[in-house]
Each structure stands twice: as structure tokens, then as C-alpha cells.
């Protein structure tokens, strides 16, 4: 197995807690298991993430999808507040990798999300490459999300250890050769570093 120099994160459920999904759709008349699931696969979703839509043409689309009692306004002052911040002790974690390991986020984001909040976040600096699916315009888990940065960084896939809190993210991750880990919050984290030995701190 090649040395694994690289390690990709995920950010939000990973490195920066979320607020619980039920908040973002309690309007709505629909199951939340069932709501979630259209969200997931939302065309919309992936437009807004890709940098493809609006905040505004989201936040209609979205009540509308998913008929939510809300209105556009509502709507996006709940999304704005859905992340609540880095998890404890995770910007301490990184400054401990970086010196070992070159450390690089991949995460389906949005401008408003970015906007208000990620670009402000001390554990932003930490990484030596930030891959946001706003600004590339490639989401996971689609596999060029993963071939940008093999490409852009020049490397093999299995000099890669990728963390995630989504299954999909990770079999698609998997399946072209990048080490792969789901992990939830920081703990998970810390688990995955030590299966694979890497937590040389």
C-alpha cells in the first residue's frame, strides 16, 4: 500500500457540526425521512451547490419542492443557520496534521453558506487546498469531484484518505481507489486516523 500523504475531509457532520435537519423542513406536511431523501436528490440542490442557481431561485424552488410553509426569506434564514460551527478541538487537530500530512477539504457547499459563515471559520487556513462545489462547479459523488484534486494535486489515488459522513461520497471515493472512512464529528475522525495508523502526534 503506497504512504498515504494526503488527507481529504469532508466538512459539514465532519469537521463543523450541523444543526439537526428537522429544523430546515419542520414546515413541511411530509414525512421528514421522506423529505430529506428529496432533498438529497434534489436537482435544485445540486444546481445551488454547483453555483448554478441563485439563493433565491433555491429557496422557491425548494418551498415548492418539498411544500414547505415557509417564505424565501424564512426559508433562507433557517439555511443560513443550519451550520453551528467547528466541533471542539477540531482547528488544534488539523494544526497537529499539517506539518505530517497535506491536508485538503472537498465539500458540496453554497455561496450563502460561504458567504456567511465557512469564510470566516479559523479551521478554513488550515488547509493547504480547499475544494468547495460552489466554486469548482463539480459536486460529490460524482467522480470528477475526486479527479480534480487527483489531478490538480498530481496524485495517486491511494496516497489519499478520504473522510465523510456520506456512504455515497465514500463508495464513489472507493471505487477509483482513494482510501475511504465514514466518520461522523471528530471522534469518528480520530478513529479512522488510528485504523490507519496515521496519528503520529
Request: charged content about 20%; aromatic content about 8%; proline content about 5%.
Amino acid at each position: 500500500m503506497r504512504n498515504i500523504t494526503t488527507l481529504l475531509f469532508d466538512l459539514g457532520g465532519v469537521l463543523i457540526e450541523l444543526g439537526p435537519v428537522r429544523a430546515l423542513i419542520e414546515s413541511s406536511p411530509h414525512d421528514p425521512d421522506r423529505v430529506w431523501q428529496n432533498w438529497i436528490h434534489s436537482d435544485t440542490v445540486r444546481r445551488f451547490e454547483s453555483g448554478n442557481c441563485s439563493a433565491q431561485e433555491f429557496a422557491v424552488s425548494m418551498i415548492e419542492q418539498l411544500d414547505l410553509q415557509d417564505t424565501p426569506e424564512t426559508f433562507l434564514e433557517r439555511f443560513r443557520q443550519w451550520p453551528r460551527g467547528s466541533y471542539p478541538n477540531a482547528e488544534t487537530l488539523l494544526d497537529s496534521l499539517a506539518s505530517h500530512y497535506r491536508l485538503v477539504c472537498l465539500s458540496n457547499t453554497n455561496p450563502v453558506h460561504f458567504d456567511d459563515f465557512l469564510r470566516h471559520q479559523p479551521i478554513m487556513s488550515c488547509f493547504h487546498h480547499a475544494y468547495l462545489s460552489h466554486q469548482t462547479g463539480v459536486l460529490k459523488p460524482d467522480a470528477e469531484a475526486f479527479h480534480q484534486v487527483i489531478r490538480d494535486l498530481e496524485l495517486q489515488p491511494d496516497e489519499i484518505l478520504f473522510l465523510d459522513d456520506n456512504p455515497g461520497n465514500i463508495e464513489a471515493a472507493a471505487d477509483i481507489g482513494i482510501h475511504s472512512a465514514q466518520v461522523h464529528a471528530l471522534d469518528g475522525v480520530l478513529d479512522a486516523l488510528n485504523r490507519y495508523q496515521l496519528r503520529d502526534l
